[in-house]
Structure formats: structure tokens, C-alpha cells
């Protein structure tokens, strides 16, 4: 007799309009890799130019309305930056919680899942509180959430919600002890990083040249540190060019910081054209810095692709940051928000070719431990898991 295989109800925010559009996809990454073995249904929020009914990569998604279509923009990006971007954009907070809840309670009726995995504490790890007391959830923060919201008058709601969740999946060591420090058991709480889709990586060839091409991955936001790197650059005493792949409510103001420099912005790249951006330039540099929100990054899935395709990395020394990128070995560390260190860092890099090599091979070895079919070959045991936990 065939076992019944798992159902997963997946709950997410921030999801792709269409797969290769430059929004990150590792929330459908893992759904596809899930859905090898599972049957996965993804409910995500509505967003500009997304169909109500589609598939990614095979996997079903459904999207829920939540406020008139002309301005319906909440998710698209980052939910709390684009609050900050626009303060109007609160306008669309209580319809979004109340449109996700009702929508939640109609898929577990028609899906009826075993088990719900919820990205993010806010808002769906609250919206699957508010409905649901009989289905375990699996909860994964990324980061942004518990760092933004866990020293507010929002730390009793987040308490609530991670103790209603069977097992809450965190991006690296710090986050697990933020989350441990709300009272929440250490065995319910692992460390579970996000995987990159490394399939059709381009590999990079680590060159000589006059001009360093560098490249900046990224939503245009305080906490990824932009700011920083445009006044490093200032100093550097190599030529180069840099090319801004991303955008964010911050454009306006680095774009004026940045006039008159050899800096392109040139928006969001599908994955293919930016796969190909890897190959291309000379470095990446991910200048990640803690927002005065408390928000920052955990473990950025720009970085897992671009250490696979080999080009070498100078990156911020955060918790998660630093459990791939070790420093000399796979890339350069510097200390968040240092300028001149950053400056330095860069002449460096870009004077030592026999140093990029290094970095790049090493770099390849190290994220193909981090890749998403071996992250759901992790994940799916821990749903099945979680699944029996009624």
C-alpha cells in the first residue's frame, strides 16, 4: 500500500511575480524541492502583475487580494521597508492581516494540510495563530522579522506565536538564542539556513584587469548598507566601476550620494542575466549593516549564488555572513559600517589576482554545502516530523 504523502501549506510574503524576475525565490526553491516528496500548496499575498492562480515551477501558488488593485503594493518587496519607504502603505496593513486570515482558514478547509510552514512571525506566523489550533506549524524567521520586532511592545504577541509553533527554524546561531531568550525550548529551535538554486550557475574566471568591475546585489535599504560602500569607494585608489543590481525606497537618496562616480544603477536582473553579472565582475561586495530598526540581514541568498559561481566576496563579519564566508579563506570580512576598512579591503582585493583565485575556489566549495536540494533534504524530515506532532 502507497503511504499518503505529507501535505505542506506554505505561507510566505515575499515571492516572485514569476520565477526569474529578480524578487528572491527561495521561499519556491524549497517548495519545489519539497514537492519531490510532499504535496505543497503556497499562499502568498497578492502583488502588481501576479496572477491569482498560477504554478512556480510545477508547485501551485495561490495569491489573495487584499486591497484595491491600483495601489495593492504592500508586498512587493520587503513588507516593512516599504512601509518605512511610504507611511501610506500602513493604510493597507489591517486589510492584508485580515484578507491573509480569512484565506488561510479557506485553504486548510479545501487543502486540509498536516502541517503548516510559515515564513516569517509577522505576518504569517501570526495570521496561522489567529486561525488555526489543531494543524502544527513549522515557523522560519529570516531574520528581519525578529531582529525588527523582538525588543518592541511586540515581543509578548512573538512570544505567543513561536510557543504556538511546534519548531521554529532560524538562519543562524545568534537568531536561535534570540529566540531561545523568549522562553522557547533549545530543542525547538534549530539553525536551517535558506538554500540557493546553484543549477545554471555561470562559472567566473578570476582575471587581471585596469578597471575592477564590482557588483552590488540588493534591495536599496539601510540595512544592506549601500550608504557605506558608495563613501568607501570614495577612497579607493583602484579604478573601478560599480554596477547596483536591486531597488528599494532608498534609490533617490544613494543615487545623489553616488553622482559623479563611475556607479550604474540598473535595477533588478532575472536570475539568468544575473548569473551572468557573477560571471562578469571582478568582485561583490555585500556592505551589510545592522538598520536602526534592530533589522539585519541573516544569511543572504545573493551571497550562497555568488560564492558558487566563484567570484570573490567582500561582505560585512555578521552572525550568518560569517558561517560562509570565512575571512582570507573565502572571502574578506569587515567590520559593519567601517568605510575605511571597506576601502581598504577593495584596493586589496583588487590588487592581489593570486588572493581572488584562492577565494574563488574556496568560495565554491562552500556554498555547494548550502545549495536547496541539500536544505530540503533537511527540511522535508523536519515537516514529516512535525507533521505527527498533533
Not at 502507497?2 to 526569474?20: D, I, K
Not at 574566471?205 to 540595512?223: A, M, N, P, S, Y
Not at 555547494?368 to 515537516?383: D, F, I, K, M, Q
Given at each position: 500500500?502507497?503511504?499518503?504523502?505529507?501535505?505542506?501549506?506554505?505561507?510566505?510574503?515575499?515571492?516572485?511575480?514569476?520565477?526569474?524576475?529578480?524578487?528572491?525565490?527561495?521561499?519556491?526553491?524549497?517548495?519545489?524541492?519539497?514537492?519531490?516528496?510532499?504535496?505543497?500548496?503556497?499562499?502568498?499575498?497578492?502583488?502588481?502583475?501576479?496572477?491569482?492562480?498560477?504554478?512556480?515551477?510545477?508547485?501551485?501558488?495561490?495569491?489573495?487580494?487584499?486591497?484595491?488593485?491600483?495601489?495593492?503594493?504592500?508586498?512587493?518587496?520587503?513588507?516593512?521597508?516599504?512601509?518605512?519607504?511610504?507611511?501610506?502603505?500602513?493604510?493597507?496593513?489591517?486589510?492584508?492581516?485580515?484578507?491573509?486570515?480569512?484565506?488561510?482558514?479557506?485553504?486548510?478547509?479545501?487543502?486540509?494540510?498536516?502541517?503548516?510552514?510559515?515564513?516569517?512571525?509577522?505576518?504569517?506566523?501570526?495570521?496561522?495563530?489567529?486561525?488555526?489550533?489543531?494543524?502544527?506549524?513549522?515557523?522560519?524567521?529570516?531574520?528581519?522579522?525578529?531582529?525588527?520586532?523582538?525588543?518592541?511592545?511586540?515581543?509578548?504577541?512573538?512570544?505567543?506565536?513561536?510557543?504556538?509553533?511546534?519548531?521554529?527554524?532560524?538562519?543562524?546561531?545568534?537568531?536561535?538564542?534570540?529566540?531561545?531568550?523568549?522562553?522557547i525550548?533549545?530543542?525547538?529551535?534549530?539553525v536551517?539556513?535558506?538554500?540557493?538554486?546553484?543549477?545554471?550557475?555561470?562559472?567566473?574566471?578570476?582575471?587581471?584587469?585596469?578597471?575592477?568591475e564590482?557588483?552590488?546585489?540588493?534591495?536599496l535599504?539601510?540595512?544592506?548598507?549601500?550608504?557605506?560602500?558608495?563613501?568607501?569607494?570614495?577612497?579607493v585608489?583602484?579604478?573601478?566601476?560599480?554596477?547596483?543590481?536591486?531597488?528599494?525606497?532608498?534609490?533617490e537618496?544613494?543615487?545623489?550620494?553616488?553622482?559623479?562616480?563611475?556607479?550604474?544603477?540598473?535595477?533588478?536582473?532575472?536570475?539568468?542575466?544575473?548569473?551572468?553579472?557573477?560571471?562578469?565582475?571582478?568582485?561583490?561586495?555585500?556592505?551589510?549593516?545592522?538598520?536602526?530598526?534592530?533589522?539585519?540581514?541573516?544569511?543572504?541568498?545573493v551571497?550562497?549564488?555568488?560564492?558558487?559561481s566563484?567570484?570573490?566576496?567582500?561582505?560585512?563579519?555578521?552572525p550568518?555572513?560569517?558561517?560562509?564566508?570565512?575571512h582570507?579563506?573565502?572571502?574578506?570580512?569587515?567590520?559593519?559600517?567601517?568605510?575605511?576598512?571597506?576601502?581598504?579591503?577593495?584596493?586589496?582585493?583588487?590588487?592581489?589576482?593570486?588572493l581572488?583565485?584562492?577565494?574563488?575556489?574556496?568560495?565554491?566549495?562552500?556554498?555547494?554545502?548550502?545549495?536547496?536540494?541539500?536544505?530540503?533534504?533537511?527540511?522535508?524530515?523536519?515537516?514529516?516530523?512535525?507533521?505527527?506532532?498533533?
Amino acid at each position: 500500500m502507497t503511504e499518503r504523502r505529507t501535505r505542506v501549506l506554505l505561507l510566505a510574503s515575499t515571492f516572485p511575480a514569476e520565477p526569474g524576475d529578480g524578487t528572491p525565490e527561495f521561499v519556491g526553491d524549497l517548495a519545489v524541492e519539497l514537492a519531490k516528496t510532499m504535496d505543497v500548496r503556497i499562499l502568498v499575498p497578492s502583488v502588481p502583475d501576479a496572477p491569482t492562480r498560477s504554478t512556480y515551477r510545477g508547485v501551485d501558488i495561490y495569491r489573495f487580494r487584499f486591497f484595491p488593485r491600483r495601489w495593492e503594493d504592500l508586498a512587493d518587496g520587503a513588507i516593512l521597508e516599504n512601509i518605512r519607504g511610504r507611511r501610506i502603505r500602513a493604510l493597507q496593513i489591517v486589510p492584508f492581516f485580515v484578507s491573509e486570515i480569512y484565506n488561510v482558514a479557506r485553504h486548510i478547509r479545501s487543502f486540509k494540510p498536516d502541517v503548516i510552514h510559515a515564513f516569517w512571525i509577522i505576518p504569517q506566523g501570526l495570521s496561522a495563530f489567529v486561525v488555526n489550533r489543531k494543524i502544527p506549524v513549522l515557523l522560519t524567521t529570516l531574520g528581519g522579522d525578529l531582529y525588527a520586532l523582538v525588543d518592541t511592545p511586540l515581543r509578548g504577541l512573538i512570544t505567543r506565536i513561536v510557543k504556538h509553533a511546534k519548531h521554529t527554524t532560524v538562519m543562524n546561531a545568534q537568531m536561535k538564542g534570540e529566540v531561545e531568550r523568549l522562553g522557547i525550548d533549545p530543542f525547538a529551535v534549530s539553525v536551517e539556513p535558506m538554500g540557493a538554486d546553484l543549477s545554471g550557475i555561470v562559472p567566473h574566471d578570476v582575471r587581471e584587469t585596469d578597471t575592477v568591475e564590482i557588483l552590488f546585489v540588493g534591495r536599496l535599504v539601510e540595512k544592506k548598507g549601500l550608504r557605506h560602500l558608495i563613501a568607501a569607494l570614495k577612497d579607493v585608489e583602484t579604478n573601478y566601476r560599480l554596477t547596483v543590481i536591486g531597488h528599494g525606497p532608498l534609490e533617490e537618496e544613494l543615487r545623489q550620494l553616488a553622482d559623479g562616480m563611475p556607479v550604474s544603477f540598473v535595477g533588478e536582473k532575472p536570475k539568468t542575466e544575473l548569473r551572468a553579472c557573477y560571471s562578469s565582475a571582478d568582485m561583490i561586495i555585500l556592505p551589510s549593516v545592522r538598520a536602526a530598526s534592530g533589522d539585519q540581514d541573516g544569511l543572504p541568498v545573493v551571497l550562497l549564488e555568488s560564492l558558487a559561481s566563484g567570484l570573490p566576496t567582500i561582505a560585512s563579519d555578521l552572525p550568518g555572513i560569517d558561517t560562509v564566508v570565512s575571512h582570507r579563506k573565502t572571502g574578506l570580512l569587515v567590520t559593519p559600517g567601517d568605510e575605511a576598512a571597506l576601502t581598504r579591503a577593495i584596493d586589496e582585493l583588487a590588487a592581489d589576482t593570486e588572493l581572488r583565485r584562492t577565494l574563488s575556489e574556496a568560495g565554491k566549495d562552500r556554498a555547494a554545502n548550502r545549495s536547496v536540494v541539500a536544505v530540503g533534504e533537511r527540511y522535508a524530515p523536519l515537516l514529516k516530523k512535525i507533521a505527527g506532532m498533533r
